[in-house]
Nanobody
Framework: QVQLVESGGGSVQAGGSLRLSCAASLRNIFTSYCMAWFRQAPGKEREGVARLSTGGRLPTYIDSVQGRFVISRGNGESTLFLQMNSLKPDDSAIYYC?????????????????????WGQGTQVTVSS
């Protein structure tokens, strides 16, 4: 079982920035796992925000965060980041770090929650107007 621990959430005013971190218990996780960030706002369904392929390659984003958020891996073996800039009140949510083994040929699951096997406990992000 892969353990994922998020940190870096908090409260910020609109237009501000936050950087989320995720520490994975599996060494060299990016060798064979895809990783992503999901979020869930009160009263809304959980949605995938950004995904990183094996090797920390091929970042993908949903339209609402494209150009504002950056997903990346740390220089260490098993750390994932989400740099969030120009934050909006609509970005307020619990953010989850997730991981799943890559499919054949290094393909990653879609940003659908049922396709991701390992979940962190989440970290709260609150953006005030």
């Amino acid at each position: 079982q892969v353990q994922l621990v998020e940190s870096g959430g908090g409260s910020v005013q609109a237009g501000g920035s936050l950087r989320l971190s995720c520490a994975a218990s599996l060494r060299n996780i990016f060798t064979s796992y895809c990783m992503a960030w999901f979020r869930q706002a009160p009263g809304k369904e959980r949605e995938g925000v950004a995904r990183l392929s094996t090797g920390g390659r091929l970042p993908t984003y949903i339209d609402s965060v494209q150009g504002r958020f950056v997903i990346s891996r740390g220089n260490g073996e098993s750390t994932l980041f989400l740099q969030m800039n120009s934050l909006k009140p609509d970005d307020s949510a619990i953010y989850y770090c997730v991981a799943a083994p890559a499919y054949g040929a290094g393909l990653c699951p879609r940003l659908s929650e049922e396709e991701w096997k390992h979940w962190g406990q989440g970290t709260q992000v609150t953006v005030s107007s």
